[in-house]
């Protein structure tokens, strides 16, 4: 990734740094892009590994650089631009876990108004309420209809630095959306903020935006959705990927393997949900999230992108990270004990939420079988003294910052020792897959999910609001994406979003003689057919479009995210027992 970091800042150097039609970002997957014949071309080729850019470099009569069609724009290339497909994305894309329900209208901030002044939203009700299907807003807050995608308070307080420093013109955003009774979510509107020019303390400038169709107003609006993608991409890579499973699962990997004898029943069970995690983290510091790296150089946060992370990790909850936990905090799923799971979902075609509940079910079931069949009593949890040190090892080394949080289990009762098994491996796996293998059939094309924008919203009177009179593409493009950082961008993700060849998924092993205990082996037999019929379940869904319209969507991408078993290559779908890429 640095001889392509090199090598591409060399080339556009010396050529124009935009792309000037959508046409032109379309040949980077249909025609190929062209590299100049040369030394540079030469370096390149020798030096990048063959996994990350020679499948898609082509050297027979044009030196061609050509990638394989995202998913996004497979069927149909400007189907991602719907409204539709930007609510929709927020339930079944490569980012679902952020959405949540609207309790109080207008949304309010959590930063303290001591420093940041008032960060509560601007957006009224005279702005929405018509777009409501009859409803009030407070009706429509009742009713479980109203729901936000709120990137706000993580970033405003790093955004006048950002916009300071980086080669970033940006926003914190928050987006409102209503549940149609079709089950998909209709955008009602954006809210783009920039901290107040005369200090924090004075809060914000934001201006609400509200979905058009046509003219300047129709293309200040896919702009809008334009600046949320960006928010949304940075804290996805940051946040939801980086933060909540790379690096929160690295403590357990560790205290297992410094704790726990490789006879011990708890190694045996989490040592398939750990499988190289260590060794793709060292290579992400080496030369993903290290400073000056990729991470830095494609993301709007750029430098201060492992600070914004690290703030974050401050309000990690370890028990709040499975499901159904997850979708209660964020309201869109209530608790009813009558309910499979023992929970109600809000949004009842929410892909991600169905899909995980049915995976974290299997998994919780395995792992209750397996705990209470070597402990038969909570006071042979209490009594394990291997068990004791590798709990207290990784919450007090492992997760030094929070080991004095009440909410960490006491890991005294078989029930505690279940559930945190359950989570670690849900983190591991079924997590990981849910925002990672996503990346290149939703992120490949750039203009979907941008990873920074270069300028701030066209404003009446300045040239680029005139030219969206006459070319909006064009102003789309130059906002939002350069050609450096998506050649770059591309070539990574592609990486990150392909399975291996020797990856082994949920309910696989490397062995069939991992136990000799024949009550453990036949409960993960039960535990690999309930994954195949959740394969079954979920085939079945995704057939069904008029029902379940939010599993394939205008762009008619299957969710297959937590589809357990996957294939080689670029397949969109499968869950890896373990982050290993």
């Not at 030469?42 to 998913?71: G, M, R, V």
């Not at 901030?109 to 420093?115: E, F, W």
């Not at 949920?506 to 019929?533: I, M, N, V, Y």
Request: charge should be negative.
């Amino acid at each position: 990734m640095q001889t392509l970091l090199r090598g591409f800042k060399a080339l556009f150097d010396k050529t124009p740094n935009e792309f000037d039609s959508f046409e032109d970002v379309l040949k980077l997957y249909e025609g190929g892009f062209k590299l100049p014949r040369g030394p540079l071309l030469k370096a390149i080729t020798d030096s990048i590994p063959l996994e990350i850019l020679k499948p898609n470099l082509q050297t027979d009569d044009e030196d061609l650089l050509k990638y394989p069609i995202p998913q996004v724009i497979h069927e149909d290339k400007s189907a991602w631009r719907t409204d539709e497909e930007f609510g929709r994305e927020m339930l079944a894309g490569v980012h679902p876990v952020i959405i949540s329900r609207l309790q109080e209208f207008p949304p309010k901030s959590k930063l303290d108004p001591n420093i940041y002044g008032n960060q509560d939203s601007t957006i009224t009700r005279d702005q929405i309420e018509d777009e409501l299907d009859g409803l009030t807003i407070d009706e429509s807050i009742k009713t479980n209809k109203l729901f936000v995608l709120n990137h706000h308070d993580i970033i405003m307080p790093f955004l006048r630095r950002i916009n300071t420093a980086a080669n970033t013109k940006t926003y914190a955003s928050r987006t409102l959306l209503f549940l149609q009774d079709n089950g998909t979510l209709k955008p009602l509107a954006i809210e783009l903020s920039l901290p107040h020019p005369d200090g924090d303390q004075f809060g914000t400038v934001s201006k609400v935006y509200t979905p058009f169709e046509h003219g300047v107003e129709g293309s200040i609006w896919q702009l809008a959705k334009a600046y949320v993608a960006v928010n949304d991409t940075g804290i996805h890579a940051l946040i939801s990927h980086w933060l909540n499973t790379h690096a929160v699962i690295e403590p357990f990997v560790i205290a297992t393997n410094r704790q726990l004898s490789v006879l011990h029943p708890i190694h045996k069970l989490l040592l398939p949900h750990f499988r190289d995690t260590m060794n793709i983290n060292a290579l992400a510091r080496q030369v993903l999230i290290n400073s000056g790296g990729i991470i830095e150089l494609t993301l709007f946060p750029a430098k201060y992108s492992m600070e914004m992370s690290a703030v974050v990790y401050k309000d990690w909850i370890f028990p709040e990270q499975a499901l159904p936990a997850d979708l209660i905090k964020r309201g869109v799923a209530i608790e009813d004990s009558s309910s499979q799971h023992g929970i109600r979902l809000l949004i009842q075609d929410y892909p991600y939420a169905v899909d995980g509940l049915e995976i974290r079910s299997a998994i919780k079931s395995w792992v209750a079988v397996y705990c209470n069949f070597y402990y038969k009593s909570d006071d042979v949890v209490q009594k394990d003294t291997e068990l004791q040190c590798w709990w207290k090892e990784l919450r007090e080394e492992g997760h030094g910052d929070k080991k004095d949080e009440p909410w960490w289990p006491k890991m005294q009762t078989r029930q505690e020792l279940i559930d945190s098994c359950t989570t670690t491996m849900w983190i591991a796996s079924a997590l990981h897959a849910a925002v990672n293998f996503g990346l290149y059939p939703y992120g490949g094309f750039l203009p979907n999910r941008p990873t920074l924008s270069r300028s701030f919203m066209p404003e009446p009177g300045n040239a680029e609001y005139e030219e969206l009179k006459t070319n909006p593409d064009k102003v789309f493009l130059k906002t939002i994406t350069p050609q450096l950082q998506p050649l770059l961008g591309i070539s990574l993700i592609e990486l990150l979003s392909r399975h291996a060849s020797d990856t082994l998924y949920l309910g696989q092993r490397d062995s069939p003689e991992w136990t000799k205990d024949q009550e453990p082996l036949l409960a993960f037999e039960r535990f690999r057919k309930k994954l195949s019929d959740i394969e079954d379940r979920i085939m079945q869904m995704n057939g069904d479009h008029q029902k379940w319209k939010n599993r394939s969507g205008p762009v008619k991408i299957p969710y297959s995210l937590l589809f357990p078993t996957g294939e080689e290559g670029l397949a969109g779908k499968g869950i890896p027992n373990s982050v290993s890429i």
